[in-house]
């Protein structure tokens, strides 16, 4: 595994947008996995600039986004559609045609599950996939628990996570329980995985990345059992590990 621990969070978004940028740079029709939360939005901003500058060129790309909330509407300020437009394909060039999100307006969940797993197939698989990680070890919403599962799947979510999320809602109470997420094959299918964490909050779980173990309880754990996987941190995430 590649370890880049950055001085602060604005160093870890440079060294991310830089490695994305090489990604499609190097592969302008990449398949890119894309994931949302807090930890992501400054490396969408430098990408974004980028972008503007000429540096990077979206135009070709396909994108999978890792989760969604579900039910959510789209127009929901919380939704991941929203997040996406707001912080990056509002941004760049990007064809919005060939962009993907697991659909919190389903009406059928499982059906809707089974049909992004095969879009994402059917794009070739993803050629770098970033994820951010929850404070408890999950990656998408892939939740610690006895058993794990692979394929794209509704989910829902430990309080850990709700109460994690609960900052971008009024209150806990309503941030959504249930979720859609790519599962723990479809993200270990990627052909690299660039992951990133700041803050000490996420030091357990980088740890968990970091040390021997495997174990369902860090479901970012497994991600060891992959080729090509880039942790890009900052020293809060890193220190004392
Ligand atoms: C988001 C996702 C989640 C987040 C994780 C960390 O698409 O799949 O796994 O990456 O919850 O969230 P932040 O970055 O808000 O700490």
């Known amino acids: 595994m590649k370890v880049v621990v950055c001085k602060n969070y604005e160093e870890m978004s440079v060294a991310a947008a830089k490695i994305i940028e090489e990604q499609i740079n190097s592969k302008p029709e990449s398949v ?20 503007s500058a000429g540096k ?37 060039n990007v064809d919005y045609s060939k962009t ?21 197939e059917k794009a070739g698989g993803i050629d770098l996939q970033i994820l951010g990680i929850g404070k ?16 794209t799947h509704l989910t829902s979510l430990t309080q850990s996570t709700i109460d994690a999320n609960a900052r971008f809602f009024e209150s806990a109470s309503l941030v959504p329980t249930k979720a859609l997420t790519m599962g723990m094959a479809t ?8 992951v990133l964490a700041s803050g000490k909050d996420k030091k357990a779980a980088v740890s968990a990345l970091l040390d021997d173990r495997i174990t369902t309880d860090f479901p970012v754990s497994m991600l060891k059992m992959h080729s090509d996987v880039t942790l890009v941190c900052d020293e809060a995430a890193y220190m004392d590990l």
Do not use: R
Not at 32 to 51: I, R, W
Not at 100 to 120: H, M, R, S, T
Not at 137 to 148: R, S, V, Y
């Open 136 to 151: 408890n070890g999950h990656i998408g919403f892939n939740e610690p628990d006895a058993k794990l599962y692979a394929n």
């Open 56 to 92: 990077v060129d979206f135009s070709k790309i396909t994108a999978f986004n890792l989760d969604e909330y579900y039910p959510i509407a789209h127009s929901d300020e919380n939704s991941y559609v929203y997040f996406m437009k707001e912080n990056l394909f509002s941004k760049v």
């Open 32 to 51: 890119m996995g894309f994931a949302t939360g807090s930890t992501p939005v400054g490396m969408y901003t430098e990408l974004a600039k980028d972008c």
């Open 187 to 194: 993200i270990m299918k990627a052909k690299k995985i660039v």
């Open 100 to 120: 993907n999100i697991p659909d919190g307006e389903a009406k059928d969940a499982v059906a809707e599950c089974e049909q992004y797993e095969k879009k994402i």
